[in-house]
């Protein structure tokens, strides 16, 4: 076959050998699953095993070119591997489920694999994935696309960084104080425009969710007072638009951007180190208001001023119209041509008073529908560059063998990576593990083998004592329960001891974290916490239980212990507008990173920082986050 001969050309005969006897796994069916699953096949991986837990919808057949109409509603994984059938010479298994199901793949089933990929759209079953790669040594090949940019990034536990070794943008919020009184970046004015000004006029129960809370981002009494007011102002704003009345649309206009600014600018301790907004001129709302024209503007050119003010008149005009008929609330939708113009302009407008740069209408779609459109030639590059990479990571390739794994290369779209302005992809090489990543540096693993008989019989108080025994922790640890963040015991918290394992609904996949919460006086000197996954023995054990052989160690923390500062960038390096967040603009949350719970006082460095200086060194920059709002697939 040619295909084979052109890989014992590229790997020579012995490692073709090889690969033909490598299983690996693929996780996700989706955009870069399908061709993942592809580009395995064509590389003869000896058995390649495909888990997603989705079924195919219609608008994933532009780009996921295993699937057709026919398809829809079936499987995505069973489906793609029935279409790659007639060129393929794998052994191929699908398998429909969520890879973060421990019941249905526990960390034994991940061990069969020499290699994972991933081919996944969110944080949770990224990080998931990471960990088990983490226990098992396995190597795996993240990757993610988001529109024309994308990223892989071969991780080789113990040696280079993991997914969680950098801070991961996820913001999707924004204070109130920024939306409502001093905004600074386009997407502030949208998030007014559509989640509060929109809100606020056009649907009939909108006791503004975002005033109820106390949570303001802001101290500033006057800021928070005239919030409150503006938003009370608003309901007489809302009867000119139920009462239909056009002639009172001229108010609409000078309230929200003339007097509100004025407003705002009384407020002097705001404009003390920003720039100050100007009121919109009364001129052009004039000029506006009678030019009637309604000429048809181009969505991709950047409209003047007086082109948004006059579309904004229109918008309400027909707004207005469809709620005395409708008598609904309207809901925007960005196909929704009324209330994409709405939003748009009043959010131009608002930026052009606070002088942000405008956007087009089309710009403004895809920022307020949370849309960057994927793209399958991306997907396609980003899964050939994983596979690819796979041979060098499995060690394949004779004439560039790989002496150390800090050899292997990532590889960022120039636009992620500042490396390069005039070229499409970036490949640096990996950096090492950051040392202050609660996932690849600052713990230990280790998995306990444990009878059906053990959980029932063995109680927490007698395992707390076998592990403190084994790994000569001191009197003072803890234990959590990883897989929901429970605590289980620590010193002040012993509520649970009598407890028999199986009443703690503790078995198969269970992943708990011991750790030490004494430290070593005032150097803070701390064994490195363990986390244990359980796996159920699959022959009779001595005494019910098998712990497993971990070499101990230190770590130490340089901060006082009342400093809890570093600690929260390490283990939530998430995102820090969270403290003040009110403002919701998409509700696709991602779930909080699973290593929240090391209790130790952190070092001088945060994760980040060090990051920093191991991505500066490397020179390479964070992956792009398009607006801070939609996550990279
Ligand atoms: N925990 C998980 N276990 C298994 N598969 C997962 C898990 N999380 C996500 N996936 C799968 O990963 C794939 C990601 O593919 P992709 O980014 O193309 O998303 P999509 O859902 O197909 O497309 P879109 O989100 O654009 O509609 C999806 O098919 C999704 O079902
Ligand atoms: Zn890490």
Redesign the pocket.
């Known amino acids: 076959m040619a295909r084979e001969s052109n890989l014992i050309k590229i790997v020579g005969k012995s490692n073709y050998e090889k690969l033909r006897s490598f299983k690996c796994l693929i996780v996700g069916a989706g955009g870069i699953g399908c061709e993942l699953l592809k580009d395995c096949i064509l590389m003869e991986f000896g058995e390649i095993h495909i888990v997603d837990l989705d079924t195919i919808d219609l608008s994933n057949l532009n780009r996921q070119f295993l699937f057709r109409q026919r398809d829809i509603k079936r499987p995505k994984s069973t489906v793609a591997v029935n279409a790659v059938q007639y060129f393929n010479n794998s052994k191929l298994v699908p398998y429909q489920g969520n890879v973060m199901d421990n019941a249905q793949f526990p960390l034994n089933w991940f061990k069969q694999f020499d290699i994972i990929f991933n081919g996944l759209d969110n944080l949770a079953a990224r990080r998931y994935v990471?960990k088990m790669s983490?226990f098992l040594s396995t190597p795996l090949i993240e990757s993610g696309t988001s529109g024309f940019d994308g990223y892989i990034q071969p991780i080789i536990p113990g040696k280079t960084?993991?997914?969680?070794?950098t801070k991961k943008e996820t913001q999707k919020t924004f204070p109130v104080c920024t939306i409502r009184s001093t905004p600074s970046q386009s997407i502030h004015c949208i998030a007014w425009a559509k989640n509060f000004l929109f809100g606020q006029l056009f649907t009939f129960d909108n006791d503004s969710e975002n005033d109820n809370g106390n949570d303001w981002g802001t101290d500033d009494q006057a800021e928070i007072e005239r919030i409150k007011q503006e938003t009370g102002e608003l309901s007489a704003l809302k009867n000119i638009i139920t009462a239909q009345d056009e002639s009172r649309i001229e108010q609409i206009l000078k309230k929200l951007f003339v007097d509100d600014i004025e407003k705002l600018l009384q407020i002097e301790n705001l404009w003390k180190t920003r720039t100050k907004p100007v009121p919109l001129s009364i001129l052009i709302i004039e000029k506006a208001l009678h030019n009637n024209s309604g000429a048809h503007l181009n969505e991709n050119s950047l409209w003047t001023i007086e082109e948004q003010v006059n579309k904004f008149i229109q918008s309400i005009k027909s707004l207005m119209l469809r709620l005395k008929k409708e008598k609904i609330d309207i809901e925007f939708h960005k196909d929704d041509k009324d209330t994409l113009e709405f939003v748009a302009t009043a959010a131009n407008i608002r930026s052009f008073i606070f002088n942000i740069p405008m956007k087009t209408l089309f710009d403004i779609k895809q920022i307020a529908g949370n849309i960057i459109p994927a793209i399958a030639t991306t997907n396609a590059i980003i899964a050939g560059l994983s596979t690819l990479t796979s041979l060098r990571v499995l060690n394949l390739l004779c004439y560039a063998a790989t002496k150390s794994a800090t050899d292997l290369n990532m590889a960022f779209t120039a636009k992620a990576s500042n490396l390069s302005q005039d070229r499409y992809i970036s490949n640096p090489k990996l950096a090492p593990?950051?040392p202050y990543?609660?996932?690849?540096?600052r713990v230990n693993r280790g998995i306990i083998q444990i009878t059906e008989m053990g959980l029932s019989t063995i109680s927490l108080y007698q395992l707390t004592n076998l592990l403190r025994e084994k790994y000569i922790f001191p009197e003072e640890v803890s234990i959590l329960d990883t897989s929901d963040n429970r605590l289980l015991y620590d010193f002040d918290f012993d509520d649970l001891e009598g407890k028999k394992l199986t009443d703690l609904s503790l078995g198969e996949g269970s992943v708990l974290l011991f750790s030490d919460e004494e430290g070593d006086g005032t150097d803070l000197k701390f064994k490195k916490p363990i986390e244990f996954y359980f796996e159920i023995a699959s022959g009779p054990l001595e005494n019910e239980i098998l712990l497993p052989q971990i070499e101990s160690s230190y770590i130490t923390a340089r901060r006082s212990l009342h400093d809890e500062t570093s600690e929260q960038d390490l283990r939530e390096p998430q995102d820090k507008s969270k403290e003040d967040q009110t403002i919701i603009l998409d509700e696709d949350e991602e779930t909080a990173p699973e290593n929240k719970r090391l209790k130790r006082p952190l070092p001088e460095e945060s994760a980040d920082e060090v990051t920093e200086e191991i991505r500066k060194k490397n020179k390479i920059s964070e992956p792009p986050a398009e607006d801070n709002v939609i996550e990279l697939d």
């Open positions: 990471n983490q960084e993991c997914f969680d070794c593990s950051n990543c609660p996932v690849s540096s």
